[in-house]
């Protein structure tokens, strides 16, 4: 029994002494929480932008690619041996200018030939017309004279267009590309002897969905960038709009001209088109940035207050109508000249204090 009350005693030293122990502790900490509540938290840095009442014209931008109004791949006609070169490759070259001679001789020879009974013909022609004015010859006789003439006549005019075949030449005025010939090279008909193709000006195909169709219309202005020359726009006009609506993509076909006097777009190209459609809208305008976008609501935080009595961020939900090139248009949420939050919205609560620092944009 005098055993049993010792443990008791033990047991209830102890309790009071880890007791004192744990209660100190829990009555530091609760006295640290209640400090910490009634203490100022510092300001969060913030960057900010100002919120504009402005009009916004509704754009689609959608990828499109350069061809040329003249371009094609000059090939041989003929079958023969490569005898001149003309051109060099890269260099600007004129309508009718000579780029690659075949060999003429066979067909040079063809033509004398030809010529010489043409001469022939014609001197049998003219007998014949003047026996027959003398009734010396019959019709049947002048007719056949006359047929005989049109026929080397025929085959003359025949073993010219031969020959200039064998000439070949530019049908347009362009720059050339990396000839495919050399000299003596036999080609067959369809071998390619080089790339033509005029740069100026330059035709830009695009598609727009259909639900655009009403608002599109010849002379309607499009810009055109890509990637080579940066931020550089390249401006142009419709100039064609597709016959029907492709039933696979539901898209319209559109094509536009760009001048191109400098050279420095090339057919093949591909950038981006970017195109005024449907009617010029009103809202107020922000940064992309300030827009924290969720699955259960857009919103921003609007800074309020004065330097002298503090700035505070406040949530509030917006509607976004439209977002390009960096810019939102808000609908709705959003009043002009209010100021929003662009970067440090992850610290934020509604409410919390801030501080602007426009040092640094996003």
């Not at 810009?223 to 597709?242: E, I, M, R």
């Amino acid at each position: 029994m005098r055993k049993h009350k010792q443990v008791l005693g033990v047991v209830a030293v102890l309790v009071v002494v880890f007791g004192g122990l744990f209660g100190g502790k829990y009555y530091a900490n609760y006295r640290t929480a209640q400090e910490n509540l009634h203490r100022a938290q510092p300001p969060v840095a913030v960057s900010t932008a100002v919120a504009h009442d402005r009009d916004w014209s509704p754009e689609v931008d959608v990828v499109g690619s350069l061809e040329a109004v003249q371009g094609t791949e000059i090939t041989a006609q003929i079958a023969g041996n490569v005898t001149a070169i003309a051109f060099r490759s890269g260099e600007a070259v004129q309508r009718g200018q000579l780029l690659v001679r075949l060999d003429d001789s066979s067909e040079q020879a063809q033509l004398h030939a030809d010529q010489a009974r043409l001469t022939l013909a014609q001197a049998t022609l003219e007998r014949s017309r003047k026996l027959y004015a003398a009734h010396a010859a019959s019709q049947s006789d002048l007719q056949t004279a006359e047929a005989g003439a049109a026929a080397a006549q025929a085959a003359v005019e025949g073993d010219k267009a031969t020959l200039r075949k064998l000439d070949i030449a530019a049908p347009f005025a362009g720059k050339a590309g990396i000839r495919a010939v050399s000299l003596g090279q036999y080609v067959s008909p369809g071998t390619a002897i080089v790339d033509l193709q005029s740069y100026d000006p330059l035709l830009l195909d695009f598609s727009l969905p259909q639900s655009t169709v009403s608002e599109l219309g010849v002379g309607q202005k499009v810009s055109f960038t890509v990637n080579s020359y940066g931020g550089k726009s390249f401006d142009g006009k419709v100039t064609a709009l597709g016959s029907r609506v492709d039933p696979a993509t539901r898209n319209i076909a559109l094509q536009a001209t760009l001048p191109n006097p400098h050279d420095l777009l090339r057919p093949g190209m591909y950038g981006s088109v970017r195109m005024t459609v449907g009617r010029t809208a009103h809202g107020v305008v922000v940064p992309d940035s300030a827009i924290t976008y969720s699955t259960f609501g857009d919103n921003v935080f609007v800074v309020t207050g004065d330097a002298g009595h503090g700035l505070s961020a406040h949530q509030r939900v917006v509607q976004v109508a439209d977002r390009r090139n960096g810019l939102v248009l808000v609908a709705s949420g959003i009043e002009d000249g209010e100021t929003v939050v662009t970067a440090g919205q992850q610290k934020l609560r509604d409410g919390t204090a801030v501080a602007v620092n426009n040092s640094v944009q996003p």
